[in-house]
């Protein structure tokens, strides 16, 4: 896939008749948006919903489970909870902290939020995060956050926060046939993203256009920045999409003391 302009990477849009502006800016630029574009910069803060889209979930995390979400505590000694926090960028004071503590097995994550998404194919999905001020990342870095499992059992793929040692980028990794496991790093900008300080995420994927066409979409934003584009992405074969989105925080090694992640506003948005 080629290279866009800055203009062009803001304002790519999934189009009203299902084709993704990849190349240029004919059909999608600042001045001229598409009713479904799923860009950041056609979101507000307080309703990132474009027209055209159905919302799936609008979580302003009042509590740790409603409005369609499931909470399952894992390894961790500690609920997660609902807490105050004057800083909240986009809904205070109310956010979800995920508590990690010592005890913790390896590989493993504090607890699971999830909802259901009724096989989409089709994703946009936003949320705010900050780590708690002396975060003990790993060697494969900071934490996973959010999974996107495909119904069948066909495989997930998540977004984590890697590198060994702050400051942090955002990445993504596909695990399904016929990769097992393949990592996508940044290939627009690496933001880079610290402890004890918010930011918003925005991850979109599309599944490929039919079986083996190798024509799947996955991209991400950091702070409305877009970081990566991949339009050559293969997908499970069959028609299931996706069932289920998830944060489920995976970290490495336990942490040597109790460390947190804060969860401020979530949508998830379909066209």
Known sequence: ???????????????????????????????????????PTAMTPIDPTPSGTSRVTD?????????????????????????T??????????VLRITFTP???RDTEPGVHWVRLGD???IHASWWIKLSAGWTPSPAGAAKMTFLHAGAGQGQVYTALGRSR????????????PYGQKVWEPNVAA???????????????????????ADGIVRWWIDGVLNGEYGNVSFPAGDAGFEQFEFAPTVQQP?????????DHTWITTP
Request: net charge neutral; proline share 7%.
């Open 1 to 39: 896939m080629r290279s866009l302009t800055s203009a062009c990477r803001i304002a790519a849009a999934f189009l009203a008749t299902g084709v993704m502006v990849m190349g240029g800016c004919d059909h999608a630029t600042e001045t001229g948006r598409t009713s479904t574009d799923l860009s």
């Open 59 to 83: 979580q302003p995390w009042d509590a740790v489970i409603g409005n369609g979400w499931n909470y399952l505590r894992r390894t961790s000694a500690r609920d997660a909870d609902i807490i």
């Open 85 to 94: 926090d004057a800083t909240a960028p986009s809904s205070p004071p109310h």
């Open 103 to 105: 005890g913790m097995r």
């Open 120 to 122: 989409a194919r089709e």
């Open 166 to 177: 702050a400051p942090h980028s955002m990445i993504v990794n596909t695990e399904w046939a």
């Open 191 to 213: 933001s880079p993203i610290a402890y004890d300080r918010w930011y918003r995420i925005e991850w979109y994927v599309k599944w490929e256009s039919m079986p083996r066409a």
């Open 255 to 263: 942490p040597p003391a109790d460390q947190y992640m804060y969860i």
